[in-house]
């Protein structure tokens, strides 16, 4: 019963912003590290922007300084702050984590369903 639900995607003009969030449901032990991924149609899924579970974020070369992950533990959402946004940054955004429900105590791998990203030129 665990599941992750995203939200915010949309189309922008090229220099706008979005802001994406995931939410993390269900009868949830711990959530370790997260992630956003991106995939552009006939491309790899590449991942956009990693947040640890204490808050540290890393991200890819390409949205960095334009794009902030953070997350809030007390209520088990990821944001995906998205500025300066590029024709390029089209693509669907997956949020992921791993997570370990209370059935089993175990860390398992979790994905959303995708949001829409499209920014125009």
């Known amino acids: 019963q665990v599941q992750l639900v995203e939200s915010g995607g949309g189309l922008v003009q090229a220099g706008g912003s979005l802001r994406l969030s995931c939410a993390a449901s269900?009868?949830?032990?711990?959530?370790?590290?997260m992630y956003w991924y991106r995939q552009a149609p006939g491309k790899q899924r590449e991942m956009v922007a990693a947040?640890?579970?204490?808050?540290?974020?890393r991200y890819a070369d390409s949205v960095k300084g334009r794009f902030t992950v953070a997350r809030d533990n007390s209520k088990n959402m990821m944001y995906l702050q998205m500025n300066s946004l590029k024709p390029e940054d089209t693509a669907v955004y997956y949020c992921?984590?791993?997570?370990?429900?209370?059935?089993?105590?175990?860390?398992?791998?979790?994905w959303g369903q995708g949001t829409q990203v499209t920014v125009s030129s």
């Open positions: 947040i640890t579970s204490d808050g540290s974020p």
């Open positions: 992921y984590a791993l997570i370990a429900p209370y059935s089993d105590y175990r860390s398992h791998d979790y």
């Open positions: 269900g009868s949830i032990w711990s959530i370790d590290d």
